[in-house]
């Protein structure tokens, strides 16, 4: 996505939204010429694959599912103490200097600040050794674009798509998965409204289903690969 990765180098227009984030995938879709058949997005990239869905200029090729990991398409809810918020870690982040000296500087940061250990080592995969120039020293910076980052967040907390989700078209199969540890995020109301649209999707010739991952809070990842693999090996046509 705009502003994460490698694809911060190449310089998007502003507004940096959930909107723009998916435009930018489905035209690269498009470039490529490919036809997507599993479209999966977490957090942020939950409302990225939800709004792909609602901006298709054509109707996305049937069927195709799509995966929501642990976020809800309306109203951002913030953690409960303990965890570790998105908000606060981009933050955090963007008060450490844009270089550092090692790795394991910043994984110390974030341990103290109060973050957990595996996301502090997922952050810095982030990060990319660099050269000071003059110098036989290296360094390391960020790989991805905080200021855009932010915008993003700020964005993801404000778009709602439950629309998508009340509507699902013919074809299309909407899964969301709720991480065990990730309740705060989950307010009964909203796995009332989405067991309420798996019946209505079915009746329609779409699909809503939720999923939960056990033993895992939001950084789902992070805390239980195996059994985030588990869950989505059935759309990928593989066996876990």
């Known amino acids: 996505l705009r502003c994460h990765g490698d694809s911060a180098s190449v310089k998007k227009r502003a507004p940096h939204t959930v909107a723009s984030a998916a ?56 953690g409960g103490d303990g965890e570790d918020h998105p908000g606060e870690l981009i933050a955090f982040l963007a008060s450490m200097p844009e270089q550092v000296s090692s790795k394991r500087e910043v994984v110390d940061a974030l341990i103290r600040e ?31 674009d905080l200021k855009g980052i932010a915008e993003m967040y700020k964005s993801y907390e404000e778009t709602n798509l ?50 939960v991952l056990q033993d895992a809070g939001h950084w789902v990842h992070a805390d239980n690969p195996d059994g ?3 869950i989505l090996s059935s759309s990928f046509g593989l066996k876990p």
């Open 23 to 78: 435009l930018d995938v489905l035209k690269l879709v498009a470039q490529l010429k490919v036809t997507p058949r599993v479209l999966v997005g977490h957090s942020f990239g939950g409302k990225v694959a939800l709004s792909m869905v609602q901006q298709a200029a054509k109707p996305l090729a049937r069927p195709v599912k799509v995966w929501v990991l642990d976020a809800t398409p309306g109203t951002v809810r913030p």
């Open 114 to 144: 109060g973050f957990s250990k595996d996301v502090a080592q997922w952050v810095v995969t982030n990060l990319r050794k660099t050269s000071l120039p003059g110098s036989s020293s290296s360094s390391f910076s960020w790989v991805f």
């Open 162 to 211: 439950w629309n998508v989700v009340d509507g699902v078209p013919q074809g299309v199969h909407v899964n969301f998965l709720r991480a065990e540890r990730s309740l705060h995020r989950w307010a009964l109301e909203d796995i009332q409204r989405i067991h309420a649209a798996e019946d209505l999707a079915s009746n329609e010739g779409g699909g809503v289903e939720m999923h």
């Open 228 to 230: 985030l693999f588990e």
